[in-house]
């Protein structure tokens, strides 16, 4: 990773806005072996051992490494392409690998740099990203994985001179070929010995910083998220601060994200409740000569190895055509649904309503203006007021409930757009959640805590089975809630739809 100053320190203390499950590929993504990435390190330990201790650009050491990648990507069925390019006076090298099949005007790429500083072998920064990387792209080999995107890996070169290997590869594209990379994921140190979990911000949703990346930026965040929340690990946003290779990408409007782990800023005492370690470095050995095998934490590298496959089978595999409509909501006109239907509501404002919603912000957005489709969402109170939190969620829990709905025999799955939004002085007893009502029996299928954290309101998409449910007649039941004193919640749902699968 270069370096260079850090900026949005605040970004990494705020929580980014969490993801709904991002949709599961048609194939599940394998595990990827912890020791086969670690082989991979030693191979590049190896590799700047026998040329003067790093693998730099312009050194014989980075060409070993460039070679090492290739020749296992070869032998897997890649198509690979060396490309070369001139800085500083020495010939520098980008190795880009297409995995074979998939709709090349939609493709998506998955990149790590390869080479290190001149101080050091640069195992963390970056060979841990250009492993996991390595040992994904084989996965996909190995698995005879064949998604409907096209697929493509790159290995860049002298990122640590300015990002001048990614820079020359995008610059070498024509206006057809960038618009043909729909999505670009960077994975830069993935394995800091002191790590924390960051995100690329995707969607500005912490609301500071360097601002959202391309559109399409919040889905790879989404996805990514969905797999850590899925192992139980919490996640912070960091912003798109040039530090990386995602940076041609999304100059060139190309939606990106991936994962860091932290580099020379210390962690902080928030963070290590969050996430273990100590208040120091992330990594200590950044950017010199200790910067080696052993300055790898083997459970953030397995992790995010896991993760870094997540995404890329999520992303790849493509969207399954929806099955036939047993039930449509978007809001714009009155359907049924009923505010407080049991009678047991306890809070005093923000109910929810069927209306066309007003932007309140305080901070960061707390309810958004735009619905996802039409003019109209169910919102927990739609009118902006005299203030951000006039007419938002107070003194316990607002419930709406739907109409009922008879499912198919087969199976049928649940999609739509929410979001949460609360201020630092929400509590983890506020909530989101989305209930099945099916008898007497009401069983929680989604749910969202609130946090001590600002979360910007920011539209998400959930999808949740129903096949439990075949056959019978059900109620959607939605629920927010603001459980705690002088907290800040708003929610809103749109486009409720169910299919059979």
């Known amino acids: 990773m270069r370096a260079l100053p850090l900026i949005g320190a605040t970004a990494l203390l705020l929580t980014v806005a969490a993801a709904a499950p991002a949709q599961a590929a048609a194939v599940a993504a394998p595990d990827i072996p912890l020791a086969n990435v670690k082989n991979h390190l030693s191979q590049l330990q190896s590799i ?7 693998r730099a650009h312009g050194r014989p050491g980075f060409l070993a490494s460039v070679t090492y ?16 390019f001139t800085y500083g006076g020495a010939t520098g090298y980008n190795l880009i ?4 099949g998939g709709d090349t005007s939609d493709t998506l790429m998955v ?4 080479d290190s500083v001149t101080a050091g072998p640069g195992i963390n920064d970056n060979g841990s990203g250009s492993a996991a990387n390595l040992e994904v792209a084989l996965a996909v080999a190995r698995s005879g994985f064949q998604p409907d995107r096209h697929l493509r890996f790159g290995w860049w070169g002298a990122e640590e001179q300015g990002l001048r290997g990614s820079t020359a590869y995008v610059n070498s594209l024509s206006a057809a070929q960038k618009a043909a990379i729909t999505g670009y994921l960077n994975f830069d140190m993935v394995g800091s010995p002191n790590p924390g979990y960051f995100l690329y911000d995707g969607d500005n949703s912490d609301g500071t910083g360097s601002g959202p990346g391309p559109a399409g930026s919040a889905e790879i965040e989404d996805t990514l998220e969905a797999y850590f929340t899925s192992i139980g690990v919490p996640t912070r946003g960091t912003d798109f601060d040039g530090r990386s290779d995602y940076g041609p990408f999304i100059a060139a409007g190309i939606p990106a994200g991936g994962i860091f782990t932290g580099a020379e800023g210390r962690k902080t005492a928030a963070q290590v409740q969050l996430w273990g370690g100590t208040q120091a470095a992330f990594d200590a050995c950044y950017h010199r000569a200790c910067d080696t095998v052993t300055n790898i934490d083997d459970t953030a590298l397995d992790r995010n190895s896991d993760a870094i496959a997540y995404a890329v089978w999520t992303l790849a595999a493509g969207t399954p055509d929806p099955g036939p409509s047993v039930y449509a909501d978007d809001f714009e006109t009155a359907t049924g649904w009923t505010t407080d239907p049991a009678g047991t509501d306890t809070a005093t404002a923000g109910a929810w309503e069927r209306g066309d ?6 901070g960061v957005a707390t309810q958004l203006g735009s619905t996802v489709s039409g003019s109209n969402d169910l919102v927990t109170g739609a009118a902006a007021g005299a203030s951000a939190g006039a007419n938002d969620v107070d003194g316990g829990t607002t419930t709406v409930r739907s109409p009922a709905i008879t499912l198919p025999s087969g199976g049928s799955s649940l999609s739509f757009s929410w979001y949460l939004a609360h201020l630092n002085n929400a509590t ?5 959640r989305v209930q099945v009502i099916s008898g007497s029996t009401a069983t929680t299928v989604f749910s969202q805590a609130g946090s001590a954290a600002n979360r910007a309101a920011a539209w998400q998409k959930a999808t949740v089975s129903l096949s439990a449910y075949a056959g019978q007649t059900i109620r959607l039941q ?5 459980t705690g004193t002088a907290s800040l919640v708003e929610a809103a749902v749109d486009d409720v739809v169910i299919t059979q699968s």
């Open 48 to 54: 700047a051992t026998a040329n003067g201790g790093n």
């Open 69 to 84: 990648v290739k020749g296992l990507l070869d032998a897997a069925g890649f198509q690979t392409q060396q490309q070369s």
């Open 97 to 100: 690998a297409d995995w074979p």
């Open 111 to 114: 990149g790590a740099h390869l």
């Open 357 to 362: 919603p007003a932007a309140t912000s305080s």
């Open 428 to 432: 983890s007893g506020d909530y989101f």
């Open 478 to 482: 939605v629920e927010a809630a603001d």
